[in-house]
């Protein structure tokens, strides 16, 4: 008898049942056993796709950047590039609430049940803001932001998106100032406070609203 195939979406299944559980009850759900019986497969299927649940968890994270590059490199490079870095703001926010529990993982949201994350782990994810400077830079050499660090300006942006987008997932922004309205006045301002014109900020803004099709 020939071997079964593997299932293809049993790995990317795994692994959004593993965070889903973490999420939703805490990390003694984290369990080779539970995530089998969820996946309706066998535990053996955990140690087939990942050598066991730490390599689970290291997965979580990797597989939570992956989507986060595929969705910030959707974002097309047009002559507005403060339209583009606004776009890819509202890529990142868009991303974290399609996956909440891997968004957790990702950054430490999330108490891992023993299995810890390693300094290389943790640092993985950083080459997604390969597509912030770069943006940056773009805005930087059209004038539209002071002249400075494109690696610098990408950090800030991110951090300050991070932000709110962590307030967001943890139900504090509520109306009149919810996370909508915040959104925008958040990206207006980190667009000013990079160096460009608050008229010119506001209507780039704008415009990356009208793009939201794009991502």
Known sequence: MSPR?????????LVDIAARLLAEHGPQALST???AAEADSSTMTVYTHFGGMSGLVREMVREGFARLQER???VQATDDPV???????R?????????PHLYAVMFGGSS????????EDRQHGRYTL????????RCLTTGRFRPGDPILVAHQMWTAVHGLVTLELGGYLIPPYDADTCVEAQLIGLMVSAGDDYTAAATSVAKSLNRLDEI
């Open 83 to 89: 339209a583009d870095m606004a776009l890819l703001g």
């Open 33 to 35: 056993r539970r995530i």
């Open 72 to 74: 910030l490199t959707r």
């Open 112 to 119: 891992l049940a023993g299995f810890s994350l390693s300094e």
């Open 130 to 137: 390969a597509n912030v400077a770069e943006c940056a830079d």
């Open 91 to 99: 890529a990142y926010r868009l991303n974290a609430l399609a996956n």
């Open 5 to 13: 195939r593997s299932d293809p979406t049993t790995r990317p299944a």
